[in-house]
């Protein structure tokens, strides 16, 4: 336990986005974008029933850089959670307005 928290204080410490290792899975996300989502580069699209679900799907997928989370039309309860292997940065002309999402990716220092 000791072990996992030095680990994730020195991830913090150095920079690192992703940390990975037996018992701990640790991300660092950047501040969401309200009305904003990312249009391709989709792993997969999952539902969710809160923000947090969608980030905890992010985090066990390694190959996850971002994702938009969003409302289901007609279902207050469930949510749309779209994982994506690409960020607003390599896929800025993919990155489009959409009210009804936000879109979040992993922070690099």
């Known amino acids: 336990m000791h072990l996992s ?3 994730l204080l020195c991830a913090v410490a150095y920079g690192i986005s992703r940390i990975s ?3 701990v899975k640790a991300v660092y996300f950047a501040e969401k974008i ?3 989502m990312l249009n391709g580069s989709l792993i ?6 809160s923000e947090s679900s969608c980030q905890l799907e992010c985090v066990n997928e390694e190959r996850c850089q971002s994702y938009n989370f969003g409302t ?9 959670c779209q994982l994506s ?3 607003r940065f ?3 002309v993919k990155f489009i307005e959409d ?4 879109y979040r990716g992993i922070k690099v220092s």
């Open 5 to 7: 928290i030095i680990s």
């Open 21 to 23: 290792g037996p018992n």
């Open 34 to 36: 309200k009305g904003q």
């Open 44 to 49: 997969r699209d999952v539902e969710v029933d």
């Open 72 to 80: 289901i039309k007609g279902d207050s309860n469930k949510f749309k």
């Open 85 to 87: 292997d690409s960020d």
């Open 90 to 92: 390599a896929g800025f």
């Open 99 to 102: 009210k009804d999402f936000i």
